[in-house]
Antibody, heavy 116, light 108 residues
């Protein structure tokens, strides 16, 4: 049974850096697109970016200058960092496993609030 | 960026009725479109991929159709657990992949 378990700080101040990690259990790490998505009431679901086992990344151009997605294959984990936070980054952040079929497995979601 | 427009925004129906949800793309996505169901407090769940293929474990009452710019998700006979928000998602053109704004299916 594939499970994605995510963790990280939920309350941050403007200009700080968001850091979330997603652990992958019950699944080989290669052959998938390890993806981060966020959800807000105003903008809905927003694709942030993805990383492959090789370390190759794709980012949403609207966030690319502030986002880094990295991978640790030895721990079956991948991570998201978003710097220079503003209130507009307040959202529920999800990690997910991407295949040619789509996003089949998701983490539980982490509410990140940016507030002074 | 490809914009996905879903209609209607809200659909009010009764259990046993048929639901038809639409997703229109601003440019062709071929058949690279999926549908997701999201219930409150949960992550989205993949229902349909490649426009018309049901994901593992998805009941047969869910079906998808379409190609190019026009897509439809049909629920043939609504069960109480089907009342949720539904999103379409394209993986044809990146970056970025995009989602529709959602259709809320609620109980009439």
């Amino acid at each position: 049974q594939v499970q994605l378990q995510q963790w990280g700080a939920g309350l941050l101040k403007p200009w700080e850096t968001l850091s979330l990690t997603c652990g992958v259990y019950g699944e080989s790490f290669s052959g998938y697109f390890w993806t981060w998505i966020r959800q807000t009431p105003g903008k809905g679901l927003e694709w942030i970016g993805e990383i492959q086992h090789s370390g190759s990344t794709n980012y949403n151009p609207s966030l690319k200058s502030r986002v880094i997605i990295s991978i640790d294959t030895s721990k079956n984990q991948f991570s998201l960092k978003v710097n220079s936070l503003t209130a507009a980054d307040t959202a529920v952040y999800f990690c997910a496993e991407g295949t040619y079929r789509g996003l089949e497995y998701w983490g539980q979601g982490t509410l990140v609030t940016v507030s002074s | 960026e490809i914009v996905l427009t879903q209609s209607p925004a809200t659909l009010s129906l009764s259990p046993g009725e048929r639901a038809t949800l639409s997703c229109r793309a601003s440019q062709s996505v071929s058949r690279d479109l999926g549908w997701y169901q999201q219930k409150p407090g949960q992550a989205p769940r993949l229902l349909i991929y490649d426009a018309s293929n049901r994901a593992t474990g998805v009941p047969a009452r869910f079906s998808g159709s379409g190609s190019g710019t026009e897509f439809t998700l049909t629920i043939s006979s609504l069960e109480p657990e089907d009342f949720a928000v539904y999103y379409c998602h394209q993986r044809s053109n990146w970056p970025p992949y995009t989602f529709g704004q959602g259709t809320k299916l609620d109980i009439k």
